[in-house]
């Protein structure tokens, strides 16, 4: 069974900095897609950024140059993070980490950000950015 947990989320001023982690335990496969989803108030919930088993990444158009997405690899777990810089108040939301044992659906060659196959969802954690 996979268990999927975020952590890092709070409040920041414009601006500034937050690193989130997503932790997943009970890993049984070699290959993963990961990625961290976003909802803001309104909205849907959309992918942000993606991570393949080979580490190929990609962003979304408005995150790109700001987050960066990165994975870590021991055993049976899988810690995903996201380091976020120059936040603005539209980067507020729940930040959600999800994953799916069997890769990433690839366009031209890199993770697709509206894959479709995850299994495993974390509660998510909260980000404000305000003044």
């Known amino acids: 069974q996979v268990h999927v947990k975020e952590s890092g989320g709070g409040s920041v001023q414009p601006g500034g900095s937050l690193m989130l982690s997503c932790a997943a335990s009970?890993?049984?496969?070699?290959?993963?897609?990961m990625a961290w989803f976003r909802q803001n108030s309104g909205h849907e919930r959309e992918a942000i950024a993606v991570i393949d088993t080979d580490g190929t990444t990609e962003y979304t158009e408005s995150v790109k140059g700001r987050f960066t997405i990165a994975i870590s690899k021991d055993s049976a777990k899988r810690t995903l993070y996201l380091e976020m810089s120059d936040l603005q108040p539209e980067d507020s939301g729940t930040y959600s980490c999800?994953?799916?044992?069997?890769?990433?659906?690839?366009?031209?060659?890199?993770?697709?950000?509206?894959?479709?196959?995850?299994?495993?969802w974390g509660q998510g954690t909260q980000v404000t950015v305000s003044s």
């Open positions: 999800a994953y799916d044992p069997w890769g990433c659906t690839l366009i031209n060659g890199r993770p697709s950000l509206v894959h479709q196959g995850y299994r495993n």
């Open positions: 009970g890993i049984t496969r070699s290959g993963s897609c």
